[in-house]
């Protein structure tokens, strides 16, 4: 399919905008998107799967009434058996879909699904063929439509169920009798209604995987910053929250120390403001490697004003990464003729620390990293206060 995405080339390179980019025509991510995508789509198909059983049910129940009408009292006994066995089977696994607890059983249950209700069908119909060559086969499309469209399958999962059940059909057939011509006839008609329902499946399951890619691109834009990479302060106020209570759960001390570039009016009156978003991108990726652990978040709060947010550190650890991320910026050299305090683009920084134990709301924790902060920007640049 022809790549409409030319907006992609404005935004930062991330695996999601990358496979966009590269195109998907053969139903198929790099193998860790895959995963993402095959977890996503499993929990999003939940409750179209607990749709699908209900009426898989209840359009089951309604065929075995019809059955009483129209097959021969001979033959009645066995497709009652079969729709019976079909039926206990459909309510065990609704019962271990519905639970939820299994999700990585939920596709092999959704498949056996598919399954039984298709061969149960295929054997249906040869049982009653038997006694009488007009009782409708059509019913099998169903089962098909159903795998290509209310299950929530990929569509290489859909074929293969499809495809088990069209061999069903046909073996139920040679086992009736059903003469060759009219066999052909049938397959042919279950076999095109089939390509139907794989274009539009894949059709579906294209757009799903295009849906997927780009809501994942989208929060990831809404979340960081276009400049830098780096966490912006939507997703700062967000995480947060949710470290605080982990801190405080586990009983683990937080550091947040803010970061502001010294005299960073001048180096861009001094290098020009593309020379200054090069230079905070150069900032952006000290913060990045200073937030190594999967906890810490390095963050963009806005202009020159930058944020780390340490989990599980005590007070002089967090001084010390402080210290140690002012001086890679000094280290990394980044001349600064318009600066009073080095001939190099430097930092300050404010530390505020939280013990565990203490109940403390984000403001106040950025209101005592602003004001060590303050004492560093007041006492001369280029320094650490807490
Ligand atoms: N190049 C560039 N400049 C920016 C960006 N965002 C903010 N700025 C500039 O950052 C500068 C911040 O200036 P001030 O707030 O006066 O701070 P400062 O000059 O660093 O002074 P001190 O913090 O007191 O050392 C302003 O000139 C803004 O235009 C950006 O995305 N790119």
Redesign the pocket.
């Known amino acids: 399919m022809p790549n409409y995405h030319a907006w992609l080339d404005e935004v930062r390179p991330s695996p999601y905008a990358d496979q966009l980019n590269l195109g998907f025509r053969w139903l198929r991510f790099s193998r860790g998107l895959e995963r993402e995508y095959r977890t996503y789509i499993i929990e999003e198909s939940f409750d179209l799967k607990r749709i699908a059983l209900s009426v898989a049910t209840v359009i089951w129940l309604a065929l075995a009434a019809l059955d009483m009408l129209v097959v021969p009292a001979s033959h009645l006994g066995w497709v009652l058996a079969v729709r019976v066995v079909v039926l206990l089977i459909l309510l065990v696994c609704a019962a271990l879909i519905l639970q939820r607890r299994h999700i990585h059983l939920l596709l092999p249950l959704s498949m056996t699904c598919i399954l039984v209700l298709g061969v149960g069908a295929a054997l249906i119909v040869g049982i009653a063929h038997r006694a009488d060559p007009a009782y409708p086969y059509e019913g099998l499309l169903l089962v098909s439509m159903a795998a290509y469209f209310l299950v929530g399958l990929r569509l290489s999962e859909a074929i293969a169920c499809s495809l088990v059940v069209l061999l069903a059909y046909v073996l139920a057939e040679w086992f009736a009798g059903l003469p060759v011509p009219r066999l052909i006839n049938n397959v042919l008609f279950l076999a095109f209604g089939n390509l139907i329902g794989a274009v539009g499946c894949y059709l579906l399951e294209y757009k799903s995987r295009e849906y997927f890619l780009i809501s994942r691109l989208m929060r990831l834009l809404a979340y960081h910053d276009s400049?830098t990479g780096l966490h912006n302060r939507r997703s700062f106020n967000r995480q947060f929250e949710r470290l605080l209570r982990q801190a405080q759960r586990d009983g683990k001390p937080l550091a947040l120390l803010l970061c502001?570039?010294?005299?960073?009016?001048?180096y861009?009156d001094c290098y020009g403001?593309q020379a200054?978003?090069m230079a905070?991108q150069r900032v952006g990726a000290l913060l990045e490697q200073a937030a190594r652990r999967p906890l810490d978040m390095g963050v963009r709060l806005?202009?020159?004003e930058f944020a780390l947010l340490l989990f599980d550190i005590g007070a002089d650890e967090a001084l010390q990464r402080a210290e140690a991320l002012r001086q890679s910026l000094e280290a990394a050299g980044i001349a600064h003729r318009g600066s009073d305090s080095a001939q190099v683009l430097t930092m300050s920084i404010g530390v505020a620390c939280l013990s565990p134990g203490t109940p403390t709301e984000l403001s106040q924790l950025f209101e005592q990293a602003d004001r060590a902060l303050y004492e560093a920007?007041a006492f001369g640049?280029n320094r650490v206060a807490t």
């Not at 502001?260 to 001048?266: G, L, P, S």
């Open positions: 400049l502001d570039i010294d005299h960073f009016k001048a861009n403001h200054g978003d905070l806005g202009g020159e920007k640049r």
